[in-house]
Every structure is written in C-alpha cells, then in structure tokens.
C-alpha cells in the first residue's frame, strides 16, 4: 500500500490535503457551534473535500473557475485563508468577495496569482452559461492572438448533479461540445437535490446523461477518495489544457453535513441515510490511507489540532470585524462610465441621410475594424442572411465566421455567455431576434448579468451590447411585435437605450460599446426602414465615426410656443421609440401648444429634463407602446407626479396600448390596440381644456 500510494500522490501533497480537509471540518464544526453568531444561510464542503482539493491542486494562475455554494474546499485548496472565507460566512465589510452583499462561498476573485473566479448567483446550473462563455472568451483570445498565456488556460465549472437536469446546463454543455472549448464541468454528486433523492429527480447521472453530447469527453471518479480523484483531475486538466476540449467530471461524493444551514439534515435524512454517508467521510478516508502507508499518527493528530486552533482563531478575528457602512449601500451598482458628454460630429457638411438599420451596421462595422476584441453572435445574424432584418448584413463577409456567427436557438446562453466574455476582456456583441422571445434569457439577466458588478464589488462588471429588435407594425402578430421594456427597466444593474433614429442610433451603440455595464439596445422593427408611414425624420444624416451620445440624455424634439407656455395652454409630451413619430404627427393639430421630449434612453433616464419641462407646462403625457397596468410609463408619471405636484395644473396621464395579452395579427385588431397620432390627439385636447 505504502509503495501504492506514493507512486500516485506523494506524501507532500497528501498531507497538504488532509491539512485542508481538517481545516474544512472545523470550520464547519465551529460554525455548527455557533449558530446563533452564524445567522446567514450557508453550506459547508463536508464529503466533498476530496474531488474539490484534488481540482484545486490542478489549478494555475492562467485557470479561471467557477466554484458553486458548496465549494469552501476549493477555495481552500487554490490559496484563500479561512479568515477570508469567514469575513463572507459572517458578511463583513472586508469580505474579499462581496463586501458583506453576498452569502458563504459565493467568491469573485481577480488576484493575478490565484486563479480567476467570476461571480456566480445562487441559482444552481447558472453558472455554467457565464463559466462557458469564459472558455467560449479564451478560445476566441487564443484564435486571434490577442494574449499569450504562460500556460494554456483550462476553465473549471462546478456543480451539483441535481443541478444538471436544468435546461440552461444543456445550452452550456451543447456549445462547449460544438465548439470544442477548454472547459471542465465538474459534477459533484451527493444523491441529494435539498430533499429531493436521486430518484425523484433525474433518470440517470450526468455521466450518462452527457452520452449524447458529441465532441464532449467524459469521466466517473470517486469523489470521497482523494488520492483517486488527484489522479484523474490531473489527468482531466491535462487533457484541457493540452488538446483544448471540453470534458464532463462525473465525482461521486457524499453530504456529510446540512444541505445549508436554513435546511438542516435531521429535517429530512434519516439515520440509515447519513450513516451510510459518513462511512465516506473523505477525511477519514484519507486519514487510513496515510496510516497504512506509514503515516505517523501523531502528526495527523497535531495536524487536526493545528488546523482546529486556525480556524478557531480566524473565527474570532471575523467575529470581530467591522460590519459594512449602511452608506456603502449603492456601491458598485454600475461602473463609471466614460462617456459623460456628447462628442464628435452629429452631421458631418455633405453627409447623406441613412436609415435606422444601416447606422446599426455602420456603428458595429467601424466598432470591428478599431477593436479585436469586439465579437457578434447571435440567432441568424451570420453571413448568409445577416439577421431577419437584415441588421447585420455584409459584417459576416468582412470579418468572418470567428467574429460574426451564428447561435443555435439559445437565448439564455447567447445572453449570459456574454458575463463570461466581458471578464476576460472581450466584447461581446449579441442579438436576441425578437423582443418576444428574451424571456428564455431572462433569468441570465437578471441573476447572473445585473447583479455582477454590484456582488463582486465592482471587480466584474459585464460589458457587453445585446441587440433587441421591438414593437409591433403590419400584422407581425403575438409572438413577434411585443413590447417588453418594463420588464427590462425592472432589472437593477442594466442600462437600457431605446433610439428613434439613425443618428441616435449610431451614437448610443457606440456610448454602449465604451460602457462597461451591460446595456439593452431596444431596437424598433418599424423604424429600422422608415417603411411605417410617418417615420421618414427616423432617416438621418449619418453621424461621423466619432461621434458618441451619452445614456441618460433626453431631447426635446419639438418646442412649445414660449408665449402659449406663459398663458399656461401648452403640454408635454414624454415618449420614446415608436411614440416619437406619433407625437409629433398629433401636435401638428395644436399650433405651438404641445412640447415633445424623446427620452431615448430609459435607464438612465433624464429625469432632470422631463421634470424640468413639466414645471414650466403643467400637464403631461407619457406615451408608450406597451400595454399600460403596472407600466415603466404608469410608473415614471408617478415619479413625475411626486416631483413635480406644485406645478401641475392636471394628473399626469399615461397613453399606451389596450391590456390585452399579446399583439393580434390581424391589422384591424392590431390598429385597435396600439395607440397612434389620432388617439393622441384626442387625448391632448382633452388636457388642454384644464
């Protein structure tokens, strides 16, 4: 046996590990101990210390990883001190992670000697779209050159197997195994999913499930043996590292301890279960094999003492760190921006008009040709037809298929790959085909995408443009004419354009580019070609190729008569996109008497403006194309109301699209429901009357 295990693993490393597992276990102990000071919800490593020290011993500096909320030993294992992990156990300001924002293992680390770790949401198997969009970034780094590594980067994606039946896991694993990128999924399975068994949950293991995944390698180990699982993660790494292929690590483990600390074992375990869990304790499995190899057992016996007295004292040192300032709060939200001011040539002498669609395409053209790390990909927006709207035509032709490709019909990975893209410092670019169907990426958004830069204190913001084609025009029916920017404006940690022209278009796509937050491009189908009667001012002439408008900075496109102002006969009308072209058919019915503000973007949105504009005309209306109960136009006349209620002379009023579920397809239904200049009309001669 001696001989055996020295050959695999030498003693060095062993002792190392079963240093970690004994400094794991107390930890965990101590925390059992002292419930009522370790109040917020956390999990513990117990049973699965073995496969998750084994993988962090692979790790360089190069690596990135993904550990999930079980993965304490990982962290561990590739360098972080107990009083670290502790101060985010008990969220303290000094939590190296979150600030005291986030929950136990939940890490996001940039520290260039360890390896890098994006933030990750508590939603299990989310994680593995933004940690593939990692190997998806490094792929597309390593094919253009754009950095060269000491070694070949691997990512590692950890999770729980009951995790795997989630659809979002598939997307991941299918473009990791289409793609061929150097990833690891590495599925750590304990027969538990909370109270959920194996059996309830899951016809087979993710070894067997991954069978159908071509191009995806895939291996079983015992994840409760050390020494076992040293042995193939090395061999998983290696072969990551070298061939530049994806592989699924199926580890079998145990769950010794809680499933967290809110849902105790004893809530729904059985004596019999847990006994035949400890029997695979990974520490006392470790333990005996040392000692049959001629381990002293005095040393492990000061080796558990050692490591109980650590993690002791570094829970007294977290016990008495300082807790976040309650003005720390709104920290981190977005990243500063640079683009602050309107810059460069609006309309350059001698320009020609161009419609909406085309400064789309300029935009992102002259983005490729100025930077490498600029990406598109999307559901049809590669060569062959460049978008069903043809707003990405010619760009798969000029900068080929690595740059400008398609997706297959993936939402939720074409949005939340892009967290992992923009950590590595690319920039991604992407296309959802039509509002209506962005719901399958919502969840990405919302868990994984808005809440990154504020949970890992600013160190991942994700940069990136997602391209959304909008509204309803000509019988494009319920599944693709809907409006969806109230959903979108309920997201914190987004920002959200919504142009009306080609030369607003061009500028805040580029304002987007140069903005490290992720950004919505809320793009009007009928006025990508002014082909909607009345649309024609959504013709422009084109911006130069410097020219940039910053997020947060409405206009007013038409002017009230300043003396009708003064008579106090004049209102104002607040709108964006489609309402825009509305608007200002409507006010040709009013001699002067109507203002119009295009919001262009909605967050931020200029408030500063609107209130403004609202103090000197006392009465508004916010238009919108959406359907109107419990909408971002219903909310922001509140916030008007509240601001500016000395000042009006009427309620502030919403207009917008009947309630109904969803866009008919028939033309007469669909006129019917979407508001329009004459229902405006008749809407602003009603408030003039006050």
Request: hydrophobic share 40%; glycine share 8%.
């Amino acid at each position: 046996m001696e001989n055996t295990l020295h050959e695999k693993v030498s003693q060095d490393i062993l002792l190392k590990a079963y240093n970690h597992m004994m400094l794991a276990k107390a930890m965990a102990d101590i925390y059992e101990e002292n419930r009522n000071i370790c109040k917020y919800v956390h999990s513990t490593s117990r049973g699965h210390e073995a496969i998750q020290l084994a993988t962090a011993y692979q790790m360089k500096k190069e690596d990135w990883i993904s550990p999930y909320y079980r993965d304490e030993s990982i962290l561990l294992g590739i360098g972080f001190e107990p009083y670290e992990l502790m101060l985010q156990l008990l969220a303290k300001a000094e939590d190296p992670f979150s600030g005291g924002r986030s929950y136990y293992s939940h890490p996001s680390s940039r520290d260039e000697n360890k390896p890098k770790i994006i933030h990750q949401s508590s939603a299990t198997g989310m994680q593995t779209i933004p940690t593939t969009g990692v190997a998806q970034g490094i792929k597309y780094i390593q094919d253009f050159n754009l950095q060269t590594f000491e070694n070949n980067p691997v990512v590692v994606c950890s999770l729980g197997d009951n995790s795997v039946t989630e659809g979002e896991v598939s997307e991941a694993l299918q473009f990791a195994a289409l793609h061929q990128l150097p990833i690891i999924f590495l599925v750590q399975d304990n027969e538990w999913g909370i109270s959920v068994t194996k059996e309830e949950a899951r016809t087979c293991d993710a070894y067997d499930f991954v069978a159908g995944f071509t191009g995806l390698s895939r291996m079983r180990v015992d994840g409760t043996d050390f020494v076992e699982s040293f042995e193939a993660m090395k061999k998983a790494v290696d072969f990551v590292r070298n061939e530049r292929k994806p592989l699924v690590v199926c580890a079998k483990t145990v769950l010794i301890g809680h499933h967290t600390s809110g849902v105790r074992r004893e809530f729904y375990r059985d004596e019999e279960d847990l006994t035949k869990h400890r029997a695979k304790d990974p520490g006392e499995i470790l333990r005996k094999q040392l000692l049959e190899s001629g381990a002293d057992e005095d040393l492990l016996k000061q080796i558990t003492k050692k490591a109980r007295l650590e993690a002791e004292e570094a829970f007294e040192r977290a016990k008495n760190a300082e807790d976040p300032k309650p003005e720390t709060v709104m920290q981190h939200v977005f990243a500063p921006t640079p683009i602050t001011e309107e810059t460069g040539t609006r309309e350059p002498a001698g320009g020609e008009k161009i419609v909406m669609v085309d400064a789309a395409i300029h935009a992102v053209q002259e983005l490729m040709w100025k930077h490498p790390e600029a990406l598109l990909y999307g559901q049809d927006v590669g060569e062959r037809i460049g978008g069903v709207f043809r707003e990405t035509v010619t760009l798969g032709k000029k900068f080929g298929s690595k740059r400008v490709f398609n997706t297959a019909i993936q939402e939720a990975y074409i949005i939340g790959s892009t967290a992992g893209m923009s950590a590595v410092g690319l920039k991604p670019i992407v296309e959802v085909q039509f509002a209506d169907y962005i719901y399958p990426g919502i969840n990405q958004l919302i868990t994984e995408i808005s809440k990154s830069s504020y949970l890992s204190q600013g160190k991942f913001p994700v940069s990136n443009i997602i391209r959304v084609p909008i509204g309803a025009y000509g019988g494009g029916g319920p599944y693709h004419s809907g409006s969806v920017e109230s959903i979108l404006a309920n997201i914190k940690g987004i920002k959200i354009a919504y142009p009306s022209n080609a030369a607003d278009f061009k500028g805040l796509l580029k304002a987007a580019y140069y903005d490290p937050n992720p950004v919505i491009m809320l793009e009007h189908k009928g006025l990508y070609w002014s082909k909607v009667p009345g649309t024609e001012d959504a013709k422009t002439i084109e911006p130069a190729e410097d020219y940039i408008l910053p997020f947060g900075k409405g206009k007013v496109i038409i002017e009230a008569d300043q003396n009708e102002t003064e008579k106090g006969r004049t209102l104002l009308v607040v709108t964006y996109g489609m309402g825009v072209y509305w608007a200002k058919e409507a006010v040709k019915n009013f001699n002067g008497r109507v203002e119009v503000i295009d919001l262009r973007t909605i967050i931020p949105l200029d408030e500063e403006l609107v209130f403004e504009r609202v103090k000197a005309h006392g009465k508004c209306i916010v238009l919108t194309e959406e359907q109107l109960n419990n909408s971002f136009a219903e909310a922001f006349a509140y916030r008007i109301s509240k601001n500016c209620f000395k000042y009006l002379d009427a309620p502030v009023e919403t207009m917008g699209s009947l309630d109904v579920p969803a866009v008919p397809i028939n033309l007469v239904l669909e006129k019917e429901m979407l508001p329009n200049a004459e229902k405006l009309s008749k809407k602003i001669e009603e408030m003039l009357k006050y």
